[in-house]
């Protein structure tokens, strides 16, 4: 019985319970991204955003969250049923399960994973499906249209992801993400971050990042204008808040992808007093903050791209230009005999 | 130790680089380029030609055993480099009047010889396996080219399917030798089975079975009986300098691999694999001189005639020995010359413009191009094995060495079925000679042409007078094979 | 260990089942959406035997790209499924006959294993899985060891990609591209004229 308890039980409630944790301020995280979002382009063009519900609107997206979950749900006659339903599950779920190799802090993650980095990509890369099952799967045109431009989109902007990630990994010898952000520890502090050394190539991890998760100015699969709401036409209620959690999930997973590779994850940006004060999962969640706004900012600054445009980015100018950083960051680390070692 | 291997595999990589080389430039050329593409893919091939000719490369493996330079590998890879320049050679012309005429083409070719080169270099099942479908994937895309032609769709199409799955079977075999003999090294795979079966062990029935998919697999690739379907569609359907490459460079470089593979690791299982060979060196020889009797057009006459005559080379693998495999060289370097002098007959018959592919259309050709008809005349007798032109000597060597082996009648059939297939060899002649004109072809058939067809004729009517420095390469191959 | 049996035998299972749908299912997207599921479920048996490398790599590459573009294409094509099979039960006979030859093989092989001689098998040394782990192993042996073949799959994607240009590019007349550096050089003394319209007159 000891055995049973220490063996299976306890592990299982520890891990529960660390998953818990995770996801309950991660979905609160997302419930006010959405509030920021408003407030934020509000601000930017000069208008208030919603200040209603609650003190400063604070409780709006509460209010959003009763208000989709009180709806009716609608199937489609001629959608094929069970796919239809798993889209937007499988969305969501992708967006958190990738979450179990995020290191918050000097050990402060679920599972220490070898590949962490890799995990993380395979992870963003089956996002598509969600949208592609969803597009598929509701038997109509505008949904069709919206899942063949996601599915095209993500997978182009997947290889130049691969290659920025690919130049990191060079400079830190080790797939494992806690080993990326130690090896951005360093005297300069925030100059060790990889972000200015591979400057070039964190602007292209943004950029990627944005049309990965199909944000504006990438957010052709859900067009409005174009496609009414691209592959998200035919849902309703619940199953169109899971796509909706499941993209702002995304969103600040992508965030955080983007604060271990290049900003130092929970590393503080001196290494001296009232920096390191401050515990590393508030410097992690203030630097997921800082991308998350600039998410935001782009979408209120930027028009959206025209599906030539945005193939000919991805191809023509992302793919040869981070080929060759690949290639010229080996040749530094190699020439000047910069190579990390071994782990 | 990289500087040696580099050294070994520099025809290869010189190769290689070339046609990337030639890519982009043909890329950034633009459609213009071809006919300089073309010219420039003959005369890498006549450089890798004489890297290998010339060079003195040390022999022995690179690249830890995955590679392997000896007289065996360098006397094929000659024949291969002149089989797939004579194919660039007769494609250009064609390809510029079909208006289909497009720089990758030759690349591919290139790229198709680069992978044929290192198949005859395989010295472990997974570099075999790189360079079969280096190019066979190569071959796929031209067969594939005319992609508004159904025909040639089709037979894109249809070689692609039955060579994936003849892929799947080489590495189904490749696996289950590997798992029984725990390498995939030839060598390696040949010490261990020797080891094995000197301390009175039988061949476990797994190995045996790998062996059987691995037979199947490049038996296919060489289009072999029962794994020939796949040749008179595809012979009919590419277009026609293309069936003209496929007839010969891949099945030399087939067959160089297949008689390595079965010597080198298997030596040992001589017992195993002989009666496999025989097998499929009858009924190629039977298929292909039955089965192309009845037909009417001249690349599927020439797909049936193909399959035979790699049947009557494997007769020569079938003896297992040092005699046979060198009657196996000189049979594949005489097929090449015979096979391209056909195909440049072949490809100059053109009415009108635009090209005709019956047995009938060469009907009264002595009488409009008497010169032509002459050559074709040459290549048929020869084909035939009418002696004292060249196919009779290389009937005559793997003959011989099948009866030295002691398979007498394997030979009494080999020689039966040339007796049939002299039939319809004959059949054209009488056509071209005997039969009223309906209409000439167009003239002149052009520079290149000209030069396969003189270079073949030459080579197939005075073999008897200089035969003896292939015989001599032949001999010192084949012993370079057995030496190991 | 009785969880690593229970997940193996869980991964294993979703696999084989996968794989039968994958054949089975008479809508040819759910096919390819049951393939998805059998190469994820052989991703986590490769967790299971320490692969983790290979296990991402089949994730990222099969399931994240191969699959997404199959699944594309196979969504655009009307494919209809009875008519595929119609030749069905006419090819049933044989193509069973010769699935079971295959079978008799595969038996007689495994029997044959139980009795092979252990010393001959296996010479090749395998790094143990404690020393180093796999990703460092293969990167160890993929450019030293195996740069031949490496390089030879290079030039064998090389091909495929020269190929799937070749087969599917078309030149199409009349058609207007976007060149963004003629846009951008457009200087304004060609783009607009300014002329003075006296008031009265038009122009």
Not at chain 2, 101 to 122: C, H, K, N, W, Y
Not at chain 2, 296 to 313: C, F, H, P, Q, V
Request: hydrophobic share 55%; aromatic share 12%; proline share 4%.
């Amino acid at each position: 019985m000891a055995e049973l308890w220490e063996g299976y039980a306890l592990p299982t409630i520890i891990i529960v319970a660390q998953i818990m944790a995770i996801v309950g301020p991660l979905l609160i995280a997302v419930a006010y991204l959405t509030l920021a979002e408003r407030k934020v382009i509000g601000a930017m063009q000069l208008r208030k955003g919603p200040n209603v519900v609650g003190p400063f609107g604070l409780l709006q997206p509460f209010a959003d969250a009763v208000k989709l979950m009180m709806k009716e749900t609608i199937m489609p006659s001629g959608a094929n049923r069970i796919v239809f339903i798993m889209a937007p599950m499988l969305t969501f779920i992708l967006s958190l399960v990738a979450w179990a190799v995020i290191p918050f802090g000097e050990g402060l993650v679920v599972s220490d994973i070898n590949v962490g980095i890799l995990y993380l990509f395979a992870i963003s890369s089956l996002g598509v499906y969600g949208v592609i099952m969803a597009g598929w799967a509701s038997n109509s045109k505008y949904p069709f249209i919206g899942a063949l431009r996601s599915a095209a989109q993500m997978v182009s902007y997947e290889v130049s992801m691969g290659l920025v990630i690919i130049t990191v990994l060079m400079c830190v010898g080790s797939l494992n993400l806690s080993d990326i952000v130690m090896a951005q520890k360093g005297d300069y502090g925030l100059l060790n971050w990889y972000a200015f050394p591979l400057l070039p190539m964190f602007v292209i991890f943004f950029i990627s990042i944005l049309a990965e998760t199909n944000r504006s100015p990438f957010d052709l699969p859900e067009g409005e204008s174009e496609i009414v709401a691209g592959f998200m036409v035919e849902y309703s209620s619940m199953s169109f808040a899971l796509f909706f959690l499941g993209e702002y999930a995304n969103m600040i997973l992508m965030s955080a992808m983007a604060a271990i590779l290049f900003m130092g994850g929970w590393l503080p940006p001196f290494d001296i007093a009232p920096f390191n004060w401050i515990p590393g999962p508030i410097w992690f969640s203030l630097k997921i903050a800082f991308v998350l706004f600039c998410f935001l900012w782009v979408r209120a600054t930027f028009p959206r791209f025209r599906y030539d445009q945005l193939m000919r980015l991805g191809w023509k100018v992302f793919l040869p230009f981070t080929l060759f950083w690949v290639l010229l960051t080996a040749g530094v680390l190699v020439g000047f005999d910069l190579l990390p070692a071994a782990h | 130790m990289i500087t040696t291997d580099l050294t070994m595999a520099l025809p290869e990589i010189f190769l290689a680089c070339a046609a990337t080389t030639l890519l982009l430039f043909g890329a950034f050329r633009g459609e213009q380029g071809a006919s300089f593409i073309s010219a420039l893919s003959v005369a890498v091939l006549a450089i890798a030609f004489g890297l290998i000719f010339l060079g003195n490369r040390p022999e022995g493996v690179a690249f830890g055993g995955l590679f392997v330079v000896d007289a065996y590998g360098d006397y094929m890879k000659l024949v291969v480099l002149v089989a797939a320049g004579f194919g660039i050679l007769m494609t250009q012309r064609f390809i510029e009047r079909e208006g289909m005429d497009r720089f990758e083409i030759p690349v591919l070719m290139v790229l198709a010889t680069l992978g044929m080169l290192m198949m005859i270099s395989a010295n472990d099942l997974m570099s075999l396996y790189v360079g079969l479908e280096l190019q066979s994937l190569s071959l796929y895309v031209i067969a594939a080219i005319r992609r508004e032609n159904l025909k040639s769709s089709e037979a894109g199409l249809k070689y692609f399917v039955l060579g994936a799955l003849s892929s799947g079977m080489l590495l189904y075999g490749s696996s289950m030798v590997y798992g029984f003999t725990g390498a995939t090294d030839f060598a390696v795979i040949g010490e261990n089975l020797s080891v094995a079966l000197s301390t009175g062990g039988v061949p476990e029935i797994g190995l045996i079975v790998g062996l059987v998919f691995i037979c199947a697999a490049i038996a296919f690739k060489i289009s072999a009986v029962p794994f020939h379907m796949w040749t008179p569609d595809v012979y009919e359907g590419a277009p026609t300098p293309v069936t003209a490459f496929f007839a010969s460079a891949p099945k030399v470089a087939g067959i160089t691999l297949f008689a390595r593979v079965l010597s080198d690791p298997f030596g040992s299982l001589v017992g195993e694999w002989q009666q496999i060979i025989v097998f499929v060196a009858l009924a190629s020889m039977i298929l292909g001189s039955l089965a192309a009797i009845k037909q009417t057009n001249i690349k599927r006459l020439m797909a049936y005639s193909s399959i035979g005559n790699i049947g009557y080379a494997l007769v020569g693998l079938a003896a297992g020995t040092q005699a046979g495999i060198e009657g196996l060289l000189i049979y594949m370097t005489i097929y090449i010359f015979m096979n391209m002098g056909t195909f440049a007959c072949i490809l100059s018959m053109r009415q009108k413009g635009t090209m005709v592919e019956n047995i009938e259309d060469l009907k009264g050709l002595s009488k409009t191009s008497p010169l032509m008809a002459f050559a074709l005349t040459v290549f048929m007798f020869s084909m035939a094995g009418i002696p004292p032109l060249a196919g009779f000597f290389g009937k005559y060597v793997v003959f011989a060495a099948a009866v030295d082996a002691g398979l007498t009648t394997l030979a009494v059939i080999g020689v039966l079925t040339s007796v049939i297939g002299a039939f319809y060899y004959l059949r054209i002649i009488k056509v071209m000679y005997f039969d009223e004109p309906t209409a000439s072809f167009d003239k002149p058939i052009g520079g290149e042409m000209t030069l396969v067809l003189t270079v073949s004729s030459v080579f197939i009517v005075f073999f008897i007078l200089f035969s003896s420095p292939i015989m001599d390469g032949a001999a010192l191959a084949a012993s370079a094979l057995f030496a190991g | 260990m009785i969880i690593q049996a229970l997940v193996f035998y869980v991964f294993a299972a979703v696999t084989i089942a996968a794989g039968l749908m994958v054949i089975t299912a008479r809508n040819p997207v759910h096919s390819v959406l049951f393939l998805i599921l059998a190469f994820f479920n052989a991703a986590g048996l490769f967790v299971l035997m320490g692969a983790e490398f290979l296990a991402m790599i089949l994730v990222v590459v099969y399931v994240g790209a191969v699959a997404v573009l199959f699944l594309f294409v196979v969504m655009m094509l009307d494919i209809n499924v009875e008519k595929a099979r119609q030749g069905f039960k006419k090819y049933l006979f044989i193509g069973g006959a010769i699935g079971l030859v295959l079978l008799v093989e595969l038996v007689l092989i495994l029997s044959s294993v139980v009795s092979t001689d252990v010393s001959v098998v296996a010479s090749v040394p395998i790094p143990a899985i404690d020393d180093v782990h796999n990703t460092r192993a293969l990167g160890q042996v993929l450019y030293t060891k195996y740069v031949y073949l490496f390089e030879a799959s290079g030039m064998i994607l090389l091909v495929a990609m020269i190929g799937a240009i070749v087969l599917t590019l078309r030149k199409r007349e009349g058609v207007r591209r976007q060149v963004i550096a003629d846009q951008v050089n457009r200087s304004r003394e060609e783009a607009v004229e300014i002329k003075k319209v006296s008031s009265g007159s038009g122009i």
